[in-house]
């Protein structure tokens, strides 16, 4: 099957600072990838859908400027949290798909995530 | 707006017994619908799915069945093992290879050796 991944796998950073999340596709073109985040116990909740070469779109609620998500290339999608404070800790998983490629039809392939602490 | 709910949040089962997770979706335009486990500290892993033009699946000990009319699709397991233990996440999307997917709120499964 189709390989995602994440780098960092784990990052701890000091509140005030900006931390990027990167998210490959290894041996698949990725047309559209998605961003979600993940509280304790809770499901995923979408951030923002990122289409290869457009801007991201956004879900309600979550602020673009904060999020910025920038998918310059078929393989790669980045994260930049700014300005990351305590509220922000979470776990951040990407998935990707494509349009165009031999994958079935609708199905997202997920990374592994990032767990982002913010002391 | 859509919405998937899933249920019961929690089960514990004895080993070698079944495990059943259901959910219902909201919106009718939806027909994909994959299952995914997540272990802590993992991503998601797809372990079976199921399309709106099929009425049941089955891969060895896994089976999902989809009543389109409803708009319910359910999880079987059977014969549990220890390993199965895991969170457990439904999902529903629309046609569109591309189209976002809403995912349930997950079930905790304990299988109990």
């Known amino acids: 099957g189709a390989v995602v991944s994440q780098h960092p796998s784990r990052v701890i950073c000091k509140s005030g600072t900006s931390v990027k999340i990167e998210c490959r596709s290894l041996?698949?073109?990725?047309?559209?990838m998605f961003w979600y985040r993940q509280f304790p116990k809770q499901s995923l909740m979408l951030m923002a859908t990122?289409?290869?070469?457009?801007?991201?779109?956004?879900e309600q609620g979550v602020e673009k400027d904060k999020f910025l998500i920038n998918h310059a290339s078929l393989t790669l999608s980045t994260l930049t949290v700014t300005s990351a404070h305590p509220e922000d800790s979470s776990f951040y998983i990407c998935?990707?798909?494509?349009?165009?490629?031999?994958?079935?039809?609708?199905?997202?392939?997920f990374g592994p995530g990032t767990r982002l602490t913010v002391l | 707006g859509e919405n998937v709910e899933q249920h019961p949040s929690t089960l514990s089962v004895q080993e070698g017994d079944s495990a059943v997770i259901k959910c219902t979706y909201s919106?009718?335009?939806?027909?994909?619908f994959p299952w995914y486990k997540q272990e802590l500290g993992k991503g998601p892993q797809l372990i079976i799915d199921i399309r709106s033009n099929v009425g049941e699946k089955k891969d060895q000990r896994i089976a999902v069945t989809l009543n389109k009319t409803a708009k319910h699709f359910s999880l079987h397991i059977t014969e549990t093992q220890p390993e199965d233990s895991a969170v457990y996440f439904c999902?529903?999307?629309?046609?569109?290879?591309?189209?976002?997917?809403?995912f349930g709120t997950g079930t905790r499964l304990k299988v109990l050796a």
């Open positions: 041996d698949f073109q990725a047309t559209t």
């Open positions: 998935s990707a798909t494509s349009s165009t490629s031999r994958l079935s039809y609708n199905e997202q392939f």
């Open positions: 999902a529903a999307s629309r046609g569109s290879g591309t189209y976002k997917y809403i």
């Open positions: 990122s289409n290869e070469g457009s801007k991201a779109t956004y």
């Open positions: 919106d009718s335009a939806s027909n994909y």
